[in-house]
């Protein structure tokens, strides 16, 4: 699977939002809040434009390509409820958000590269596929090795704790255990998944 390796600070300042939490590409946003380009205060985007920047939210800050969202779209609208936040829920539940949602990491490309490096298990089998959907009772640790025990009890303590309502934590043993699914409320992304829908059933 493909992933952005551009510049991240344009990302940020296009979409207008912190999607890559690096350092430098969070100071890059604070010094300039505004879209690049020329003249990019003086830009009303069209509502193709509005829901194209909708959609590149979703897959910047989820690590998606087209066609895995495409994928993600068409198994929501098989699921019962309303298909923008099933489609967001799908993502919620992949490892690469989870692991850095329960605080083994400051970043999502950092859990990602984890778990394609074979740093993580799911239910004591090693997992290199960032895009595993996590169900409810599957339990992440990281693998028994001294070298990566210390370095992501290192990055938990420094994170501190970020408490789900469906995922439990717990820094003394790097073990991440997933309760239940996650619910409209626990979507950590602000975005009008409407719209993206619309986007996606031209």
Not at 6 to 15: D, E, F, H, Q, T
Not at 42 to 65: C, D, F, T, V, W
Not at 131 to 160: C, F, H, K, W
């Amino acid at each position: 699977m493909a992933r952005y390796t551009g510049p991240k600070a344009r990302v940020n300042r296009r979409i207008g939002m912190l999607v890559y939490e690096s350092a430098g590409a969070q100071r890059a946003l604070e010094r300039r809040d505004h879209p690049p380009g020329m003249h990019p205060r003086g830009r009303r985007p069209s509502n193709y434009g509005a829901a194209l920047l909708e959609k590149q939210k979703i897959k910047h800050y989820y690590g998606l390509g087209e066609r895995q969202l495409r994928r993600y779209f068409d198994k929501a609208g098989r699921m019962k409820g309303n298909t923008g936040q099933q489609l967001l829920m799908i993502c919620e539940r992949r490892l690469d958000n989870v692991i850095r949602r329960a605080g083994f990491c400051k970043t999502r490309p950092q859990a990602r590269q984890g778990v394609v490096h074979r740093h993580f298990q799911v239910n004591g089998i090693t997992v290199d596929k960032p895009s595993y959907i996590l169900r409810p009772g599957d339990v992440v640790t990281v693998r028994p090795r001294t070298n990566l025990q210390t370095m992501y009890r290192s990055a938990a303590e420094e994170l501190g704790a970020q408490p789900l309502d469906w995922v439990t934590f717990d820094a003394e043993t790097l073990r991440a255990t997933v309760q239940g699914l996650p619910g409209p409320s626990d979507i950590s992304l602000p975005v009008d998944a409407n719209i993206v829908v619309e986007f996606l059933s031209r």
